[in-house]
């Protein structure tokens, strides 16, 4: 009989389990740590999967290599609570060889990033692909301090709580350092 009663029941707490999966960020994959968006001095384009946000970056600088940085992301569901995607668009470009900052436009989450690399200036401009779900992101927005704190630094950003998201991003540019 118990064995009966653990056979009936463990399917349903393994659905029960599976269903809280949603509130819990476990660790991000990258993929391999070789597995970058970029090679060093090329541009790229990188979008999560429909009703995903990006979660997690993570970046490695090498100044021999055109004062450049290497990107990956990580992507998860954006909260249920949210609704469905109902737009997704692409924001204006930050220019390379500009300091800038930058939010989604029309209540956006940061769903994806486009980036060119410019020799001429050893920097890159930045395009966000942004999307808005159905309901309204309950939230406030600050700068997190969870950046390089000098140029040359790598970076390993998380959203370690459920319900925050991404929603900008700011830069600096130096021409001394570049």
């Not at 660790?27 to 990188?46: A, H, L, S, T």
């Not at 970046?59 to 940085?69: L, M, P, Q, T, Y």
Request: with cysteine.
């Amino acid at each position: 009989m118990d064995i009966f009663l653990l056979c009936v029941f463990l399917p349903l707490v393994t659905v029960t389990w599976g269903q809280y999966s949603d509130y819990y960020y476990g660790p991000y994959n990258y993929g391999d740590n070789d597995e970058w968006v970029n090679v060093y001095r090329q541009g790229f384009n990188f979008q999560c999967p429909h009703g995903q946000v990006i979660v997690a970056i993570r970046s490695v600088f090498s100044k021999k290599e055109g004062s450049d940085r290497l990107w990956n992301y990580a992507c998860m569901p954006a909260s249920q609570s949210l609704g469905e995607p109902t737009e997704c668009w692409w924001e204006e470009i930050n220019r390379a060889g500009t300091e800038w900052y930058q939010t989604c436009s029309n209540n956006g989450l940061v769903a994806g990033f486009q980036s060119q690399y410019f020799p001429s200036v050893l920097d890159r401009e930045w395009q966000f692909y942004c999307c808005r779900y159905s309901r309204r992101c309950p939230y406030s927005c600050w700068l997190t301090t969870e950046y390089p704190g000098h140029y040359g630094e790598d970076m390993d950003m998380m959203m370690y709580t459920y319900d925050y998201y991404i929603r900008g991003a700011t830069t600096t540019f130096s021409a001394v350092h570049r």
